[in-house]
């Protein structure tokens, strides 16, 4: 079992920045890859962004975000983070962090195992 927690979210006007945590707990995360998603109000959990299993492994990201969004992860202290720059209105959604079941990332829910709790993230215009 692995518990994960974000933190950083909030309230941000256009054009501006957050930086979003999750501490992991409960066993290492470093086997796994890990991915941030999102869910906007009747709209269906969508993956932001995803890193493999190393701190300097590879990533993916959804075509809205990238260039504007980084994911990085520590594994020495079993934290993800996701850097959130430029940000827009239709970026405001609840951000979920997320463990995976591989080593690569899944452009998936299907392919992480747990998830934290969420953290709301709004942009206003």
């Known amino acids: 079992q692995v518990q994960l927690v974000e933190s950083g979210g909030g309230l941000v006007q256009t054009g501006g920045s957050l930086r979003l945590s999750c501490a992991a707990s409960?066993?290492?995360?470093?086997?796994?890859?890990m991915g941030w998603f999102r869910q906007a109000p009747g709209k269906e959990r969508e993956l932001v962004a995803g890193?493999?299993?190393?701190?300097?492994?590879?990533?993916i990201y959804a075509a809205s975000v990238k260039g504007r969004f980084t994911i990085s992860r520590d594994n020495a202290k079993n934290t993800v983070s996701l850097q959130l720059n430029n940000l827009k209105p239709e970026d405001t959604a609840v951000y979920y962090c997320?463990?995976?079941?591989?080593?690569?990332?899944?452009?998936?829910?299907?392919?992480?195992?747990?998830w934290g709790q969420g953290t709301q993230v709004t942009v206003s215009s």
């Open positions: 997320a463990a995976g079941s591989t080593a690569l990332p899944s452009g998936s829910n299907a392919g992480y195992n747990y």
């Open positions: 409960g066993r290492a995360i470093s086997p796994y890859a």
């Open positions: 890193i493999s299993y190393s701190s300097g492994g590879s990533t």
